[in-house]
């Protein structure tokens, strides 16, 4: 059972233009809901992170929209740049258990 | 900055032989777990290990693997004897005492199973 699924698989914008990646989930026991980037050959690195007590939260260029009824959470990439162009995991886990349930994977393309 | 460190960053094998795969977590971490990610897929979860024990583990780690924390900073994962299907990333992270959630990553090994 896929516990987090994520959409688009690719994603290509232009410099300074707006990337949204998007997730939904089944399991309403999740309480914990990050991103995290990831560069070829790297470990993935943690972007930004919500809870479900909020519906938004944003760090810079990167936001979090979150939609408790409707099991989904979303990425939002302001102003998006080269530098950006990474793959980036959603993931969910629950308070009790410390297991991350990874999404699929995008692959973020910037073009200058 | 703090970071989990992880070693060798690649590792080549023959089917059948034993790895053993290091990480050094970060030191004020308690909870450490291995993560495997097959080339262009998705991270999956393997084990989380907390106070010398397992405390959750999936079904891909089966009898093959076994983890380790030999002494107060090395956190080990042991394969068996590798399969073909073994070849992937393999994924160290750790988290603080009170904040489980947050998972930091260390940068792989790459482990080739000829």
């Known amino acids: 059972q896929q516990q987090v699924k994520q959409s688009p698989q690719s994603l290509i914008v232009q410099k300074g233009g707006i990337s949204i990646i998007n997730c939904a989930y089944e399991n309403t026991a999740f309480d914990y809901f990050p991103w995290y980037q990831q560069f070829p050959g790297k470990g993935p690195a943690l972007l930004i992170a919500?809870?479900?007590?909020?519906s938004e939260k944003k760090e810079g260029r990167f936001t979090i929209s979150f939609n408790k009824s409707a099991k989904q959470f979303s990425l939002h990439i302001m102003d998006s740049q080269p530098g950006d162009s990474a793959t980036y995991f959603c993931a969910a886990s629950m308070n009790t258990g410390n297991q991350f349930y990874f999404g699929t994977g995008t692959s973020l393309t910037v073009i200058p | 900055e703090p970071e989990v460190t992880q070693t060798p960053s690649h590792q080549v094998t023959q089917m059948g032989q034993e790895v053993i795969l290091r990480c050094v977590p970060i030191?004020?971490?308690?909870?450490f777990y291995w993560y495997r990610q097959i080339l262009g897929q998705k991270v999956e979860f393997l084990v989380s290990f907390y106070n010398n024990e397992i405390s959750e583990k999936s079904e891909i780690f089966d009898d093959q693997f076994s983890v380790e924390r030999p002494d107060g900073s090395n956190f080990t994962l042991k394969i068996r004897s590798t399969k073909l299907e073994d070849s992937a990333m393999y994924f160290c992270?750790?988290?603080?005492?009170?904040?489980?959630?947050?998972?930091?990553f260390g940068p792989g090994t790459r482990l080739t199973v000829l």
């Open positions: 992270a750790s988290s603080e005492p009170l904040w489980l959630n947050e998972q930091f």
């Open positions: 030191s004020n971490h308690l909870y």
């Open positions: 919500i809870r479900p007590d909020v």
